[in-house]
């Protein structure tokens, strides 16, 4: 078992009862969740028509149900390592129609073999939770190893300098953000050293020098909110 694994217990985090809560929640963590789905549709509309998708740390499919009905004649591969979320997901794509177009793998990326390069990849709020550097440079380069040269990634992450005075600013004013929603001291609390214990947070600067060494031309931030960031790159090596 990796490092990675040892830190982060992936279903003890998303089990049955938090898979099911995950859409809800996210919306109150990350409050433009929505909108960066939609902000990710125009990056991915030069793409075949026939496209090939990966969407790497799949969780319970949004990626997969708003480009799948934008784009009709894509196929998707569908990774994660939580089983409550492949089944979450599975569930979703097939009250959406979609699920005869997705392939399911349940595993690391890093571990799984696919039958052909894919046009384009997503990773939304998925590399953020791996703490080892190598570990972190191997899910990038697993990534890129699966895209055609050219290949689009879009990749969405908390990022950010913890020492320094903009982080706690936008720390204190996300979680500010995260309270309006009604949660007990309790929760918040919790929701608050989950973040502190489970996130691994780096600088821009640090990502993009890991997404060049994974193969990957140096990306552009589209989006933020607080600490949440989102970059567009491609597949150059």
Not at 37 to 54: E, T
Not at 70 to 99: G, Y
Not at 185 to 210: A, G, P, Q, W
């Amino acid at each position: 078992m990796t490092k990675y694994y040892d830190e982060f217990n992936v279903e003890r985090h998303f089990d049955n009862s938090l898979a099911e809560k995950y859409d809800r929640r996210i919306r109150m963590f990350c409050p433009s969740y929505d909108a960066l789905h939609r902000m990710i549709l125009p990056l991915f509309q030069g793409l075949p028509n026939d496209a090939f998708f990966l969407s790497s740390g799949v969780g319970t499919g949004a990626e997969i149900l708003s480009l799948g009905k934008i784009f009709p004649s894509w196929r998707f591969i569908a990774v994660d390592i939580s089983t409550n979320m492949i089944n979450a997901c599975q569930d979703k794509t097939a009250e959406a129609h979609l699920h005869d177009r997705v392939t399911f793998l349940h595993g690391r990326l890093q571990d799984c073999k696919l039958s052909r390069p894919c046009d384009a990849a997503s990773s939304i709020f998925v590399s953020h939770f791996i703490k080892c550097r190598e570990e972190k440079l191997s899910y990038f380069r697993s990534i890129s190893a699966n895209l055609k040269i050219g290949g689009v990634l879009v990749l969405a992450d908390l990022f950010g300098d913890k020492t320094s005075s903009e982080f706690a600013t936008l720390m204190d004013v996300w979680l500010r953000s995260y309270a309006l929603h009604g949660v007990s001291d309790e929760e918040l609390m919790n929701d608050r050293n989950h973040v502190n214990s489970d996130v691994d947070f780096i600088t821009e600067n640090k990502l993009i020098l890991m997404l060049d060494e994974a193969g990957f031309a140096a990306p552009i931030r589209f989006y933020q909110t607080y600490l949440f960031g989102g970059w567009v790159t491609t597949r150059v090596v």
